[in-house]
Protein backbone atom coordinates (compact mmCIF):
# COMPACT_ATOMS: atom_id res chain seq x y z
CA UNK A 1 0.00 0.00 0.00
CA UNK A 2 2.51 2.82 -0.78
CA UNK A 3 -0.78 4.72 -2.26
CA UNK A 4 1.15 7.81 -0.45
CA UNK A 5 4.62 7.63 -1.92
CA UNK A 6 4.73 10.78 -3.95
CA UNK A 7 4.02 12.57 -0.85
CA UNK A 8 6.35 14.79 0.35
CA UNK A 9 4.14 17.18 2.31
CA UNK A 10 2.89 17.48 5.59
CA UNK A 11 -0.65 16.30 5.70
CA UNK A 12 -2.99 18.60 4.53
CA UNK A 13 -6.26 19.14 6.13
CA UNK A 14 -8.94 18.50 3.56
CA UNK A 15 -10.69 21.99 4.55
CA UNK A 16 -7.58 23.62 3.51
CA UNK A 17 -7.90 22.29 0.13
CA UNK A 18 -11.40 23.33 -0.15
CA UNK A 19 -10.14 27.11 0.94
CA UNK A 20 -7.24 26.84 -1.32
CA UNK A 21 -10.11 26.49 -4.13
CA UNK A 22 -12.00 29.27 -2.55
CA UNK A 23 -8.91 31.68 -2.49
CA UNK A 24 -7.94 31.09 -6.01
CA UNK A 25 -11.82 32.15 -6.83
CA UNK A 26 -10.99 35.52 -4.76
CA UNK A 27 -7.79 35.77 -6.55
CA UNK A 28 -9.38 35.67 -10.24
CA UNK A 29 -12.02 37.92 -9.16
CA UNK A 30 -9.22 40.63 -7.94
CA UNK A 31 -7.35 39.53 -11.10
CA UNK A 32 -10.34 40.92 -13.21
CA UNK A 33 -10.99 43.93 -11.00
CA UNK A 34 -7.11 45.26 -11.85
CA UNK A 35 -6.19 44.41 -8.56
CA UNK A 36 -2.01 43.54 -8.38
CA UNK A 37 -1.24 43.17 -5.25
CA UNK A 38 -3.27 42.46 -2.17
CA UNK A 39 -2.34 41.67 1.81
CA UNK A 40 -3.93 38.29 3.60
CA UNK A 41 -5.95 41.50 5.59
CA UNK A 42 -7.24 42.96 2.46
CA UNK A 43 -8.38 39.81 1.07
CA UNK A 44 -10.07 38.31 4.46
CA UNK A 45 -12.15 41.76 4.60
CA UNK A 46 -13.33 41.79 0.60
CA UNK A 47 -13.76 38.20 1.14
CA UNK A 48 -15.41 37.81 4.08
CA UNK A 49 -12.82 35.95 5.28
CA UNK A 50 -10.39 34.25 8.07
CA UNK A 51 -6.51 36.76 7.71
CA UNK A 52 -5.05 34.40 10.21
CA UNK A 53 -6.65 30.99 8.36
CA UNK A 54 -5.44 32.70 4.92
CA UNK A 55 -1.72 32.78 5.82
CA UNK A 56 -1.88 29.41 7.98
CA UNK A 57 -3.04 27.60 4.90
CA UNK A 58 -0.99 28.78 2.04
CA UNK A 59 2.03 28.44 4.92
CA UNK A 60 1.57 24.31 4.20
CA UNK A 61 2.68 25.32 0.75
CA UNK A 62 5.55 27.95 0.97
CA UNK A 63 6.30 31.47 1.59
CA UNK A 64 3.69 33.55 -1.20
CA UNK A 65 4.00 36.43 1.10
CA UNK A 66 6.30 39.64 0.25
CA UNK A 67 6.78 42.08 3.16
CA UNK A 68 5.36 44.97 2.79
CA UNK A 69 3.55 44.21 -0.44
CA UNK A 70 1.61 41.44 0.42
CA UNK A 71 0.83 38.95 -2.81
CA UNK A 72 0.96 39.01 -5.80
CA UNK A 73 -2.48 38.07 -7.02
CA UNK A 74 -1.19 36.76 -10.74
CA UNK A 75 1.24 34.82 -9.32
CA UNK A 76 -0.87 33.47 -6.12
CA UNK A 77 -3.68 32.55 -8.68
CA UNK A 78 -1.36 30.50 -10.80
CA UNK A 79 0.73 28.93 -7.80
CA UNK A 80 -2.64 27.75 -6.21
CA UNK A 81 -3.90 26.60 -9.56
CA UNK A 82 -1.20 24.55 -10.13
CA UNK A 83 -1.36 22.69 -6.28
CA UNK A 84 -4.66 22.42 -7.13
CA UNK A 85 -4.32 20.67 -10.56
CA UNK A 86 -6.20 23.02 -12.27
CA UNK A 87 -3.43 24.39 -14.52
CA UNK A 88 -4.48 21.74 -17.08
CA UNK A 89 -8.09 20.62 -18.00
CA UNK A 90 -9.24 17.60 -16.57
CA UNK A 91 -11.76 15.66 -18.72
CA UNK A 92 -14.83 14.31 -16.90
CA UNK A 93 -17.01 11.40 -17.26
CA UNK A 94 -20.25 11.65 -16.04
CA UNK A 95 -22.77 9.01 -14.87
CA UNK A 96 -26.26 9.06 -14.71
CA UNK A 97 -28.00 11.84 -16.99
CA UNK A 98 -31.29 12.08 -15.09
CA UNK A 99 -32.15 15.23 -13.40
CA UNK A 100 -29.49 15.80 -11.27
CA UNK A 101 -27.21 14.62 -14.05
CA UNK A 102 -28.91 17.04 -16.35
CA UNK A 103 -27.98 19.71 -13.70
CA UNK A 104 -24.53 19.04 -13.26
CA UNK A 105 -23.74 18.89 -17.05
CA UNK A 106 -24.99 22.22 -17.47
CA UNK A 107 -23.38 23.43 -13.98
CA UNK A 108 -21.08 26.25 -15.27
CA UNK A 109 -18.57 26.21 -12.75
CA UNK A 110 -17.20 23.13 -13.65
CA UNK A 111 -15.94 24.27 -17.06
CA UNK A 112 -14.86 27.33 -15.10
CA UNK A 113 -12.12 25.39 -13.26
CA UNK A 114 -10.96 23.27 -15.85
CA UNK A 115 -13.14 20.46 -15.79
CA UNK A 116 -14.49 19.38 -19.15
CA UNK A 117 -17.30 16.60 -19.38
CA UNK A 118 -15.65 14.31 -21.77
CA UNK A 119 -18.47 11.60 -22.31
CA UNK A 120 -21.94 11.01 -20.76
CA UNK A 121 -23.33 7.66 -19.78
CA UNK A 122 -26.39 6.48 -18.99
CA UNK A 123 -28.44 2.97 -19.07
CA UNK A 124 -31.94 4.38 -20.38
CA UNK A 125 -31.77 3.32 -24.59
CA UNK A 126 -33.91 6.63 -25.02
CA UNK A 127 -31.12 8.84 -23.73
CA UNK A 128 -28.14 7.14 -25.68
CA UNK A 129 -26.32 7.31 -28.77
CA UNK A 130 -26.48 11.21 -29.84
CA UNK A 131 -24.60 14.23 -28.30
CA UNK A 132 -25.48 16.80 -26.29
CA UNK A 133 -24.06 20.27 -26.98
CA UNK A 134 -20.95 18.48 -28.54
CA UNK A 135 -20.51 15.85 -25.77
CA UNK A 136 -21.88 11.94 -26.69
CA UNK A 137 -23.69 9.98 -24.45
CA UNK A 138 -22.93 6.24 -24.25
CA UNK A 139 -24.89 3.29 -22.89
CA UNK A 140 -23.38 1.91 -19.61
CA UNK A 141 -21.90 -0.47 -21.40
CA UNK A 142 -19.61 1.57 -23.51
CA UNK A 143 -17.96 3.30 -20.34
CA UNK A 144 -14.51 0.81 -20.05
CA UNK A 145 -14.05 1.51 -23.78
CA UNK A 146 -14.98 5.21 -23.83
CA UNK A 147 -12.84 5.89 -20.76
CA UNK A 148 -9.70 4.83 -21.24
CA UNK A 149 -9.83 6.04 -25.24
CA UNK A 150 -10.51 9.09 -23.88
CA UNK A 151 -7.79 8.84 -20.57
CA UNK A 152 -10.77 10.37 -18.40
CA UNK A 153 -9.83 9.77 -14.66
CA UNK A 154 -12.15 11.87 -12.86
CA UNK A 155 -16.12 10.43 -12.80
CA UNK A 156 -19.44 11.94 -11.60
CA UNK A 157 -21.74 9.77 -10.54
CA UNK A 158 -25.36 11.15 -10.55
CA UNK A 159 -26.98 7.40 -11.04
CA UNK A 160 -29.95 6.33 -7.90
CA UNK A 161 -28.45 4.79 -4.88
CA UNK A 162 -29.58 1.47 -6.11
CA UNK A 163 -27.59 1.60 -9.31
CA UNK A 164 -24.34 3.25 -7.78
CA UNK A 165 -22.11 0.51 -6.51
CA UNK A 166 -22.48 -1.49 -9.38
CA UNK A 167 -21.42 1.92 -11.48
CA UNK A 168 -18.56 2.52 -9.37
CA UNK A 169 -17.38 -1.07 -9.81
CA UNK A 170 -17.43 -0.68 -13.57
CA UNK A 171 -15.29 2.96 -13.26
CA UNK A 172 -12.97 1.57 -11.16
CA UNK A 173 -12.48 -1.28 -13.60
CA UNK A 174 -12.33 1.01 -16.52
CA UNK A 175 -9.33 2.62 -14.46
CA UNK A 176 -10.97 5.72 -12.64
CA UNK A 177 -8.95 7.59 -10.11
CA UNK A 178 -11.17 9.51 -8.59
CA UNK A 179 -15.14 9.69 -8.19
CA UNK A 180 -17.16 12.57 -7.09
CA UNK A 181 -21.05 10.98 -5.86
CA UNK A 182 -23.91 12.11 -5.64
CA UNK A 183 -25.95 9.27 -5.10
CA UNK A 184 -26.90 8.70 -1.76
CA UNK A 185 -25.30 5.56 -1.12
CA UNK A 186 -21.66 4.53 0.78
CA UNK A 187 -19.45 2.90 -1.82
CA UNK A 188 -16.47 0.88 -1.33
CA UNK A 189 -13.80 1.52 -3.66
CA UNK A 190 -9.97 0.21 -4.55
CA UNK A 191 -8.17 1.95 -1.94
CA UNK A 192 -6.02 3.51 -4.75
CA UNK A 193 -9.66 5.42 -5.99
CA UNK A 194 -10.26 8.55 -4.29
CA UNK A 195 -13.76 9.53 -3.38
CA UNK A 196 -15.62 12.32 -2.68
CA UNK A 197 -19.32 11.83 -1.46
CA UNK A 198 -21.60 14.70 -1.98
CA UNK A 199 -25.11 14.54 0.05
CA UNK A 200 -26.96 17.81 -0.20
CA UNK A 201 -29.01 16.79 2.44
CA UNK A 202 -26.37 16.42 4.97
CA UNK A 203 -26.19 20.14 3.95
CA UNK A 204 -29.15 21.02 5.08
CA UNK A 205 -28.74 19.38 8.36
CA UNK A 206 -26.20 21.10 9.64
CA UNK A 207 -28.27 23.91 8.98
CA UNK A 208 -31.38 22.29 10.71
CA UNK A 209 -28.47 21.30 13.52
CA UNK A 210 -28.13 24.90 14.24
CA UNK A 211 -32.15 26.24 13.70
CA UNK A 212 -33.06 23.62 15.97
CA UNK A 213 -30.71 24.39 18.86
CA UNK A 214 -31.69 28.05 18.26
CA UNK A 215 -35.06 27.18 19.64
CA UNK A 216 -34.88 25.12 22.24
CA UNK B 1 -25.47 40.02 19.50
CA UNK B 2 -26.83 37.50 21.61
CA UNK B 3 -26.95 34.73 18.99
CA UNK B 4 -25.41 31.80 20.52
CA UNK B 5 -27.49 32.98 24.03
CA UNK B 6 -29.10 29.54 24.19
CA UNK B 7 -26.13 27.49 23.14
CA UNK B 8 -24.89 25.40 26.19
CA UNK B 9 -22.96 22.99 24.73
CA UNK B 10 -19.27 23.23 23.50
CA UNK B 11 -18.31 24.43 20.29
CA UNK B 12 -18.98 21.63 18.13
CA UNK B 13 -16.84 20.74 14.85
CA UNK B 14 -19.16 21.17 11.53
CA UNK B 15 -17.54 17.92 10.47
CA UNK B 16 -18.80 16.44 13.92
CA UNK B 17 -22.66 17.41 12.60
CA UNK B 18 -21.68 16.03 9.20
CA UNK B 19 -20.76 12.73 10.65
CA UNK B 20 -23.78 13.01 12.77
CA UNK B 21 -25.62 12.62 9.75
CA UNK B 22 -23.81 9.98 8.65
CA UNK B 23 -24.25 8.44 11.30
CA UNK B 24 -27.89 8.77 10.90
CA UNK B 25 -28.35 7.32 8.08
CA UNK B 26 -26.32 4.15 9.07
CA UNK B 27 -28.24 3.81 12.01
CA UNK B 28 -31.34 3.49 9.86
CA UNK B 29 -29.80 1.26 7.45
CA UNK B 30 -29.45 -1.19 10.65
CA UNK B 31 -33.07 -0.56 11.89
CA UNK B 32 -34.28 -1.87 8.70
CA UNK B 33 -31.70 -4.75 9.00
CA UNK B 34 -33.73 -5.39 12.10
CA UNK B 35 -30.49 -4.79 13.80
CA UNK B 36 -31.20 -3.73 17.96
CA UNK B 37 -27.67 -2.96 19.01
CA UNK B 38 -24.48 -1.97 17.55
CA UNK B 39 -21.22 -1.46 19.42
CA UNK B 40 -19.20 1.75 18.03
CA UNK B 41 -16.60 -1.66 16.21
CA UNK B 42 -19.36 -2.72 14.58
CA UNK B 43 -20.95 0.09 13.09
CA UNK B 44 -17.31 1.36 12.26
CA UNK B 45 -16.76 -1.97 10.24
CA UNK B 46 -20.29 -2.23 8.36
CA UNK B 47 -20.05 1.41 7.27
CA UNK B 48 -16.70 1.76 6.72
CA UNK B 49 -16.06 4.71 9.66
CA UNK B 50 -13.39 5.12 12.46
CA UNK B 51 -14.73 3.83 15.34
CA UNK B 52 -12.37 5.98 17.79
CA UNK B 53 -14.37 9.15 15.16
CA UNK B 54 -17.41 8.13 16.11
CA UNK B 55 -17.29 7.68 20.30
CA UNK B 56 -15.81 10.99 20.48
CA UNK B 57 -18.19 12.89 18.09
CA UNK B 58 -21.09 11.26 20.05
CA UNK B 59 -19.41 12.34 22.83
CA UNK B 60 -20.02 15.88 22.68
CA UNK B 61 -23.87 15.28 23.20
CA UNK B 62 -23.91 12.91 26.05
CA UNK B 63 -23.29 9.35 27.07
CA UNK B 64 -25.07 6.75 24.50
CA UNK B 65 -23.33 3.24 24.89
CA UNK B 66 -24.37 0.95 27.55
CA UNK B 67 -21.04 -1.06 28.71
CA UNK B 68 -21.14 -4.59 27.06
CA UNK B 69 -23.99 -4.11 24.80
CA UNK B 70 -23.04 -0.73 22.53
CA UNK B 71 -25.57 1.52 20.94
CA UNK B 72 -29.66 0.60 20.81
CA UNK B 73 -29.91 0.88 17.01
CA UNK B 74 -33.59 3.03 17.85
CA UNK B 75 -32.44 4.60 20.85
CA UNK B 76 -29.24 6.36 19.43
CA UNK B 77 -31.24 7.31 16.32
CA UNK B 78 -34.31 9.07 17.39
CA UNK B 79 -31.60 11.23 20.00
CA UNK B 80 -29.35 11.73 16.97
CA UNK B 81 -31.92 12.77 14.74
CA UNK B 82 -33.45 14.91 17.53
CA UNK B 83 -29.81 16.85 17.95
CA UNK B 84 -29.61 17.41 14.39
CA UNK B 85 -33.08 18.62 14.46
CA UNK B 86 -34.77 16.19 12.05
CA UNK B 87 -37.40 14.95 14.61
CA UNK B 88 -39.62 17.39 12.79
CA UNK B 89 -40.40 18.25 9.14
CA UNK B 90 -38.51 21.52 7.91
CA UNK B 91 -40.74 23.66 5.33
CA UNK B 92 -38.43 24.61 2.85
CA UNK B 93 -38.47 27.39 0.21
CA UNK B 94 -36.32 26.82 -3.51
CA UNK B 95 -35.21 30.14 -5.23
CA UNK B 96 -34.71 29.08 -8.88
CA UNK B 97 -36.47 26.88 -10.88
CA UNK B 98 -34.11 26.24 -13.51
CA UNK B 99 -31.93 22.77 -14.07
CA UNK B 100 -30.51 22.78 -11.10
CA UNK B 101 -33.48 23.96 -9.32
CA UNK B 102 -35.65 21.07 -11.15
CA UNK B 103 -32.92 18.87 -9.99
CA UNK B 104 -33.21 19.67 -5.99
CA UNK B 105 -36.88 19.59 -6.33
CA UNK B 106 -37.27 16.05 -7.13
CA UNK B 107 -33.66 15.18 -5.06
CA UNK B 108 -34.75 12.46 -2.48
CA UNK B 109 -32.71 12.66 -0.09
CA UNK B 110 -34.24 15.83 1.31
CA UNK B 111 -37.79 14.36 1.74
CA UNK B 112 -36.21 11.50 3.42
CA UNK B 113 -34.55 13.32 6.11
CA UNK B 114 -37.62 15.49 6.96
CA UNK B 115 -36.98 18.63 4.48
CA UNK B 116 -40.38 19.34 2.42
CA UNK B 117 -40.02 21.87 -0.29
CA UNK B 118 -43.39 23.79 0.38
CA UNK B 119 -42.90 26.33 -2.37
CA UNK B 120 -40.33 27.46 -5.18
CA UNK B 121 -39.95 30.69 -6.24
CA UNK B 122 -39.15 32.21 -9.77
CA UNK B 123 -39.25 35.06 -11.56
CA UNK B 124 -39.40 33.43 -15.12
CA UNK B 125 -43.17 34.46 -15.94
CA UNK B 126 -43.77 31.27 -17.82
CA UNK B 127 -42.69 29.41 -14.73
CA UNK B 128 -44.71 30.53 -12.50
CA UNK B 129 -48.63 30.79 -10.93
CA UNK B 130 -48.42 26.79 -11.43
CA UNK B 131 -48.08 23.72 -9.21
CA UNK B 132 -45.64 20.78 -9.23
CA UNK B 133 -46.05 17.94 -7.80
CA UNK B 134 -48.35 19.51 -5.56
CA UNK B 135 -45.90 22.40 -5.02
CA UNK B 136 -46.96 25.71 -5.47
CA UNK B 137 -44.57 27.80 -8.10
CA UNK B 138 -44.21 31.45 -7.00
CA UNK B 139 -43.71 34.78 -8.73
CA UNK B 140 -40.19 36.15 -7.08
CA UNK B 141 -42.12 39.33 -5.92
CA UNK B 142 -44.33 36.92 -3.89
CA UNK B 143 -42.14 35.03 -1.80
CA UNK B 144 -42.13 37.69 1.27
CA UNK B 145 -45.78 37.05 1.56
CA UNK B 146 -45.51 33.07 0.94
CA UNK B 147 -42.36 32.66 3.30
CA UNK B 148 -44.08 34.40 5.81
CA UNK B 149 -47.41 32.28 5.39
CA UNK B 150 -45.94 29.05 5.60
CA UNK B 151 -43.69 29.58 8.24
CA UNK B 152 -40.05 28.69 6.40
CA UNK B 153 -37.05 29.20 7.92
CA UNK B 154 -34.94 27.61 5.42
CA UNK B 155 -34.14 28.30 1.66
CA UNK B 156 -32.29 26.60 -0.53
CA UNK B 157 -30.63 29.38 -3.07
CA UNK B 158 -30.16 28.11 -6.91
CA UNK B 159 -30.13 31.10 -9.15
CA UNK B 160 -27.72 32.07 -11.59
CA UNK B 161 -24.21 33.88 -9.93
CA UNK B 162 -25.53 37.10 -10.36
CA UNK B 163 -29.07 37.36 -9.45
CA UNK B 164 -27.62 35.25 -5.84
CA UNK B 165 -26.79 38.28 -3.43
CA UNK B 166 -30.75 39.92 -4.01
CA UNK B 167 -32.69 36.42 -4.06
CA UNK B 168 -30.69 36.15 -0.65
CA UNK B 169 -31.48 39.55 0.27
CA UNK B 170 -35.32 39.28 -0.37
CA UNK B 171 -34.82 36.18 1.38
CA UNK B 172 -33.37 37.60 4.73
CA UNK B 173 -36.34 40.20 4.39
CA UNK B 174 -38.61 37.25 4.64
CA UNK B 175 -37.12 35.99 8.01
CA UNK B 176 -35.51 33.02 6.34
CA UNK B 177 -32.99 31.71 8.77
CA UNK B 178 -30.80 29.79 7.02
CA UNK B 179 -29.56 29.53 3.49
CA UNK B 180 -28.59 26.93 1.31
CA UNK B 181 -26.45 28.19 -1.69
CA UNK B 182 -25.93 26.66 -5.04
CA UNK B 183 -25.09 29.95 -6.35
CA UNK B 184 -21.11 30.41 -7.44
CA UNK B 185 -21.20 33.91 -5.28
CA UNK B 186 -19.85 34.77 -2.13
CA UNK B 187 -23.17 36.06 -0.38
CA UNK B 188 -22.88 38.89 2.32
CA UNK B 189 -26.03 38.02 4.70
CA UNK B 190 -27.42 39.46 8.23
CA UNK B 191 -24.55 37.51 10.95
CA UNK B 192 -28.09 35.93 12.34
CA UNK B 193 -28.66 33.87 9.45
CA UNK B 194 -27.16 30.88 9.28
CA UNK B 195 -25.55 30.99 5.16
CA UNK B 196 -24.00 27.28 3.54
CA UNK B 197 -22.20 27.34 0.47
CA UNK B 198 -22.44 24.57 -1.55
CA UNK B 199 -19.87 25.10 -4.31
CA UNK B 200 -19.84 21.72 -6.67
CA UNK B 201 -16.78 22.45 -8.11
CA UNK B 202 -14.67 22.93 -4.94
CA UNK B 203 -15.51 19.04 -4.16
CA UNK B 204 -14.20 18.78 -8.13
CA UNK B 205 -10.84 20.53 -7.04
CA UNK B 206 -10.38 18.70 -3.67
CA UNK B 207 -10.08 15.37 -6.18
CA UNK B 208 -7.72 17.42 -8.91
CA UNK B 209 -5.45 18.23 -6.00
CA UNK B 210 -4.83 14.71 -4.89
CA UNK B 211 -4.84 13.45 -8.36
CA UNK B 212 -2.36 15.93 -9.45
CA UNK B 213 -0.10 15.45 -6.07
CA UNK B 214 0.15 11.46 -7.80
CA UNK B 215 1.39 12.09 -10.84
CA UNK B 216 4.16 15.04 -9.78
New interface residues.
Given amino acids: MARRS??R?PKIP?MT??R???YT??LLQLEEDGVKTVSSQELAER??LNSAQVRKDLAYFGEFGVRGIGYYVAGLKAELQR????DHE?P?ALVGFG??G???F?????T????RIAAVFDDDPAKVNREVAGVPVFDMRDLGREVKARNI??A?LAVPAEAAQAAADQLVAAGI??V?NFA?A?L?LARDV?L?D???????????????????
Same sequence: chains 1, 2.
Fill in positions: TYLEIRLSVRCFNILGLWVNLSALHYKGFRQGFQIIKALPRKRKVDLSIELETLSFYLAKNVR
